[in-house]
Nanobody
């Protein structure tokens, strides 16, 4: 199995930027497709972005498209989420997640596809 630890959250003003990191340990990081999800207070968990094993394919929720960028460094066992032009509605706990797959080019927006989850990092955007 793989262990995931998020970092990089914090308090930022609207229009600002943050970069989240997710450090993976345990099994071979490049064996896993990865994703970012978030949960705002009083709301359901929401898909944010996903990336394939190789990093060559990415997919975004409409609400973050053009503002957020997901990437990975398989040599450093780390997943990233660059968040620009942040809005108050981006306030949430952000989670990274992983699932093992044989295929290099797959990804998923469904939380049920993911087997492993981090504990989350809080992002707060003030207006």
């Amino acid at each position: 199995q793989v262990q995931l630890v998020e970092s990089g959250g914090g308090l930022v003003q609207a229009g600002g930027s943050l970069r989240l990191s997710c450090a993976a340990s345990g099994r071979t990081f490049s064996d896993y497709a990865m994703g970012w999800f978030r949960r705002a207070p009083g709301k359901e968990r929401e898909f944010v972005a996903a990336i394939s094993r190789s990093g060559g394919i990415t997919y975004y929720a409409d609400s973050v498209k053009g503002r957020f960028t997901i990437s990975r460094d398989n040599a450093k066992n780390t997943l990233y989420l660059q968040m620009n032009s942040l809005k108050p509605e981006d306030t949430a706990v952000y989670y990274c997640a992983a699932y093992p797959t044989y295929y290099l080019g797959v990804y998923s927006a469904a939380p049920t596809a993911y087997e492993y989850w981090g504990k989350g990092t809080q992002v707060t955007v003030s207006s």
